[in-house]
């Protein structure tokens, strides 16, 4: 999450403290904001515990994407061994009727399961959920793989939020969905998307510097190391590199990760973007001679960047 400092005097990455409600400025620890009101839920629910105990005790929010809103009623599995007969009956004749809504549910529940294993904030997940809409409404996406449908559904909403994920991100998620089939059903979506609206879907630009907080943190690089790559995949965009913005990326923190004490083998930048290790070499071989231009000079000297060898 991000926010303006005022005393960074610019827009930086803020930690909550649950604790205490403060946020608070990751790069100088300004608190920006205090005593913030927890919205999320008062319980927490462990592993042993059974999934039919739901401790909700307000029914879900109102879904304009449902016909009937999401407020109809649900209901629940008797508890314990001895079923109530009446009950029991109820429930059966309730999965019996017709629910014209209940496999958007489905679907809606799938997306919210792959968007929380992603960490994708609501807003996502509610843009997915309206890109899905459309695309069922249309009944032209019977007989496609539906795991695939719903990945590139999720795809498109990154995009769209200016939060992009990368294909191989969205394929760990998508319930053994592949990278082609997804790629497929993205350019599906997108096609049927613009036949209905008459005009061509805005995807958002995808730039380096979407993914380095990312890929810097699942490297475990200091604040530092994350500044300085920021700044160089800022400035790399000024010269024609032809590599697409994740490969740029990847190399730019392989070439900090080079400059710093915590050195990182290719392998590791590797696993942790997602980029195959040639694809990292070519790419630093292309960004090689840009070096003194792109390296924030606070970072490396000249001498320092004559002294990095090739992965």
Sequence with gaps: ???????CRKST??????????????????????????????WRTFA???????????????????????LSTVISKPNGTTSDFLTSSLGRWQNRGSNADRSLILAFKAIGVMSDRLGLVATIKDRANEIYK?????????????????????????????KPRTVKEICSVANGATKKEIGRAKEYIVKQLELEMGQSVEMGTIHAGDFMRRFCSNLGMTNQAVKAAQEAVKKSEEFDIRRSPISIAA?????VTQLSDEKKPVKDVSLATGVAEGTIRNSFKDLYPHLSKIIPNWYAQGQDLKNLSSP
């Design 13 to 42: 990455e803020v930690v909550f403290d649950h604790s205490a409600g403060d946020m608070v400025c990751s790069e100088c620890g300004l608190v920006l904001e205090s005593h913030s009101i927890d919205e999320t839920s008062e």
């Design 1 to 7: 999450m991000d926010a303006y400092c005022s005393d």
């Design 48 to 70: 042993n515990e059974s999934g039919d105990n739901d401790p909700v005790r307000v029914g879900g929010p109102n879904n304009p994407l449902l016909s009937d809103g999401g």
């Design 251 to 255: 190399a730019v923190i392989y070439i």
């Design 134 to 162: 459309k695309v069922e409404d249309q009944k032209s996406s019977r007989g496609r793989n539906q795991d695939a449908i719903l990945a590139a559904c999720l795809y498109i909403a990154c995009r769209q939020e200016d």
